[in-house]
């Protein structure tokens, strides 16, 4: 189960950082993807996290976002500067196959609940 927290509403500019805590101890080659849905608009993947540490981004939010994790934690993190008013969506966690972390193409076989991002 994964349980995202960390969402609100800031101002253009501003930062905000999201979780998502994965409730059971995950196994080795875990990997997570931060997704996001917009007033009106898809789904779309926009960070994904690869169980070896590598990391990858939408071009959207590339030199902005910053996902990262806490294995002590059992944590992921998705780090948010410099908002942007279409940056506001409702931001969601899932675990993803390892592979679409690699081609860009995020897959998800399981979701969190999501949090709220408003950016005004």
């Known amino acids: 189960q994964l349980v995202e927290s960390g969402g609100g509403s800031v101002q253009p500019g501003g930062s905000l950082t999201l979780s998502c805590t994965i409730s059971?101890?995950?196994?080795?080659?875990?990997?997570v993807g931060w997704f996001r849905q917009g007033p009106g608009q898809g789904r779309e993947g926009i960070a994904g996290?690869?169980?070896?540490?590598?990391?990858r981004y939408t071009d959207a939010v590339k030199g902005r976002f910053t996902v990262s994790k806490d294995n002590t934690k059992n944590t992921v993190y998705l780090g948010m500067n410099n908002l942007k008013v279409e940056d506001t969506g409702m931001y969601r966690c899932?675990?993803?196959?390892?592979?679409?972390?690699?081609?860009?193409?995020?897959?998800?076989?399981?979701w969190g609940q999501g949090t709220q991002v408003t950016v005004s």
């Open positions: 899932a675990a993803v196959l390892c592979g679409s972390v690699r081609t860009g193409t995020l897959r998800a076989t399981d």
């Open positions: 059971t101890t995950p196994t080795p080659g875990y990997c």
């Open positions: 996290f690869h169980s070896q540490g590598r990391t």
